[in-house]
């Protein structure tokens, strides 16, 4: 049977076979051990029947990616959840969180949530800072379900992670958009029923028409990955279309004389904020890399 790696812990997996509507508990063969291969969640694989919805996965079939933090494979998207207010949205942190996603090469969803507790003008302000930060951006309501159908549109047929801080509503999110939940399994309701974020496992939901939401706990630190000082710009794509018009080469967008994104900064065809956000790292890696050479 072809299946799908829904949840590990402790060398055991459960596996859910879509066409059955069953979740398997399974046990990888040695083969994966002798061969430094580990089953991980997200992977497609292959699993002989053993008994009552038991079973022996008995091959992996081929990843289309594999995320270092967390270690999960086949991702499509991330959702990145933040919050409106309550608490309130840090560029520093949603920023980390972005250039995190695109060193992994992952899509970016970005959802706010708790829409029902800003102003319109308060949304088109910060939508005016994120309009070019390479993904999309929805507002939502997990309260009152505003724009839960936008946000079935875009992850449909897809499987997406789950990232952001604690109390943004990313377990209401889940609830939201995996209203069943109840009737599938006692287990998986009480997981989305919880107050806080307590994740210690990875665990995959699968929502029907081949769409699956992955909630993990490795996308709760927001720390990015290794990276120079002069990589940190390729990561901030309204800089892109600008590279190269400096008046020095390479240019770090920070002091030098006849900078092509300082200037469009200046002009607001950079979002003042996101800049500031980027010197704001910049120093930060530039530190980093002082303390490593001492």
């Known amino acids: 049977m072809k299946g799908r790696i829904i949840k590990g812990v402790a060398g055991e997996y459960e596996v859910y076979v879509e066409e059955k509507d069953r979740i398997y508990r399974c046990r990888a063969k040695g083969i994966f051990r002798k061969k430094g291969v580990k089953p991980l969640v997200g992977d497609q694989v292959l699993v002989e029947e053993i008994g009552e919805n038991e079973g ?10 594999e995320l270092i933090r967390p270690q999960v494979s086949n991702v499509d998207a991330c959702l990145v959840v933040f919050a409106w207010k309550n608490p309130d949205v840090s560029l520093g942190l949603l920023d980390r969180y972005l250039i995190q996603m695109a060193q992994q090469n992952i899509p970016t969803i970005l959802c706010l949530n708790k829409s029902d507790l800003v102003s319109a003008e308060e949304q088109k302000e910060f939508m005016r800072i994120y309009r070019d930060f390479g993904g999309k951006l929805i507002s939502i309501s997990c309260e009152n379900g505003w724009n839960m159908d936008r946000i079935l549109d875009e992850i449909r047929g897809k499987t997406v992670v789950l990232a952001g801080p604690s109390g943004v509503g990313k377990s209401s999110l889940l609830n939201r958009l995996y209203p069943e939940a109840e009737s599938k399994t006692g287990a998986i309701s009480e997981k989305l029923k919880r107050g806080k974020h307590t994740t210690r496992h990875s665990e995959i939901f699968a929502l029907g028409d081949h769409t699956y939401v992955l909630d993990t706990p490795g996308f709760g630190d927001a720390k990015i990955l290794p990276l120079s000082k002069e990589e940190l710009k390729n990561y901030y794509p309204e800089f892109h279309p600008y590279e190269g018009m400096c008046r020095f ?46």
């Not at 022996?56 to 990616?65: D, G, Q, S, Y």
């Not at 065809?269 to 530039?286: A, F, N, P, T, V």
């Open 56 to 65: 022996n996965i008995t091959e992996i079939l081929p990843r289309k990616n």
């Open 249 to 294: 080469s390479p240019c770090t967008h920070t002091h030098e004389p006849g900078c092509k994104i300082k200037e469009m900064v200046k002009d607001q065809g950079i979002s003042k904020e996101r800049y500031d956000s980027y010197l704001l790292m910049y120093e930060e890696q530039k530190e980093l890399e002082k303390r490593k050479y001492r």
